[in-house]
């Protein structure tokens, strides 16, 4: 086994290969706006630092948020065509799943990533291992209740402490972290989900309202 993970649903641009065993090489790089010019150099760095070729590769393993629309499509683009260049299959890890795996704690936490917009991407877990609510997105005034008292990992916990006053971190997720969860997940025999992004809400980009078609005659 070689598993290539990667994810670009935060901040965070990071890469790791894993044999099967544990990671042998990684990259993590945090930079918001250049995620499509980080993302092949890492993948490149990590492969000549475990000594291999992309082609050793047997599988990868992609963050699918929740995460902004421009930064998580780079991530899950490169995976879908490495995937089909080299025959393997894509294997997709909830960006969330892969920091509450990165906290190692035991008993109920949440973890909260930034979905800017003053908002967080949250779900809450009741280990390291199992989510007990679906990724989603919301102010975090609005949410105090439900997470009143747990302890909180991620940047989006981190910027607001009046509601996660036990934020901590990691801050951002890392592929070693995604690439051990998937290596555990497929020795189980369990299934993942198709590699499709997290989005939870619509790309800032929109078509105006009354906008015309001109077509030509």
């Given at each position: 086994?070689l598993?290539?993970?990667?994810?670009?649903?935060?901040?965070?641009?990071?890469?790791?290969l894993?044999?099967?065993?544990?990671?042998?090489?990684?990259?993590?790089?945090?930079?918001?706006?250049?995620?499509?010019?980080?993302?092949?150099?890492?993948?490149?760095?990590?492969?000549?630092?475990?000594?291999?070729?992309?082609?050793?590769?047997?599988g990868?393993?992609?963050?699918?948020?929740?995460?902004?629309?421009?930064?998580?499509?780079?991530?899950?683009?490169?995976?879908?065509?490495?995937?089909?260049?080299?025959?393997?299959?894509?294997?997709?890890?909830?960006?969330?799943?892969?920091?509450?795996?990165?906290?190692?704690?035991?008993?109920?936490?949440?973890?909260?990533?930034?979905?800017?917009?003053?908002?967080?991407?949250?779900?809450?877990?009741?280990?390291?291992?199992?989510?007990?609510?679906?990724?989603?997105?919301?102010?975090?005034?609005?949410?105090?209740?439900?997470?009143?008292?747990?302890?909180?990992?991620?940047?989006?916990?981190?910027?607001?402490?009046?509601?996660?006053?036990?934020?901590?971190?990691?801050?951002?997720?890392?592929?070693?972290?995604l690439?051990?969860?998937?290596?555990?997940?497929?020795?189980?025999?369990?299934?993942?989900?198709?590699?499709?992004?997290?989005?939870?809400?619509?790309?800032?980009a929109?078509?105006?309202?009354?906008?015309?078609?001109?077509?030509?005659?």
């Open positions: 086994m598993l290539l993970a990667l994810d670009t649903a935060t901040p965070a641009v990071t890469v790791a894993h044999d099967g065993r544990d990671v042998i090489a990684s990259s993590s790089q945090v930079d918001a706006r250049r995620h499509g010019e980080l993302l092949l150099p890492a993948i490149d760095r990590v492969l000549a630092e475990a000594g291999l070729k992309l082609d050793a590769v047997t990868i393993v992609a963050g699918i948020g929740p995460g902004p629309y421009t930064g998580l499509r780079v991530g899950l683009m490169t995976a879908e065509t490495f995937g089909l260049a080299l025959g393997v299959p894509v294997h997709g890890v909830c960006t969330l799943d892969g920091l509450a795996f990165a906290a190692d704690l035991q008993g109920p936490f949440v973890v909260a990533t930034d979905a800017r917009r003053k908002e967080v991407y949250w779900a809450r877990y009741a280990d390291s291992r199992t989510r007990l609510t679906d990724p989603a997105v919301d102010r975090p005034a609005d949410i105090a209740e439900q997470v009143e008292g747990l302890p909180a990992v991620g940047a989006g916990a981190l910027l607001y402490p009046d509601t996660f006053p036990k934020a901590h971190e990691p801050e951002h997720v890392s592929a070693a972290a690439a051990r969860l998937a290596a555990e997940k497929l020795a189980a025999g369990e299934e993942f989900p198709a590699p499709r992004p997290l989005y939870l809400r619509r790309p800032d929109q078509v105006p309202k009354n906008y015309k078609v001109v077509t030509p005659k």
